[in-house]
């Protein structure tokens, strides 16, 4: 799944996370957001898109090993 996000959803995946991490919210891309809730690695919230678990997992996998 990760491997057919476009760049454009994984820009999205990525502000998300950093937006939970921190709680500043980059732009998200509306169109990327939507369809990263379809995929389920993102959620609709009153303050717009929060990541899933299922997201981080995406985002921690494409980002290797720990060193």
């Not at 998200?28 to 939507?34: D, E, K, L, P």
């Not at 990541?51 to 980002?63: D, F, N, Q, W």
């Given at each position: 799944?990760?491997?057919?996000?476009?760049?454009?959803?994984?820009?999205?995946?990525?502000?998300?996370?950093?937006?939970?991490?921190?709680?500043?919210?980059?732009?998200?891309n509306i169109g990327?957001?939507?369809?990263?809730?379809?995929?389920?690695?993102?959620?609709?919230?009153?303050?717009?898109?929060?990541?899933?678990?299922?997201?981080?997992?995406?985002?921690?996998?494409?980002?290797?090993?720990?060193?």
């Amino acid at each position: 799944m990760a491997d057919d996000l476009t760049d454009a959803q994984l820009s999205a995946l990525e502000n998300l996370a950093r937006k939970k991490a921190d709680g500043a919210a980059p732009f998200i891309n509306i169109g990327a957001a939507r369809a990263l809730t379809d995929l389920g690695l993102a959620e609709r919230s009153r303050e717009g898109w929060d990541i899933t678990p299922e997201g981080s997992a995406v985002l921690a996998r494409r980002a290797g090993p720990p060193s």
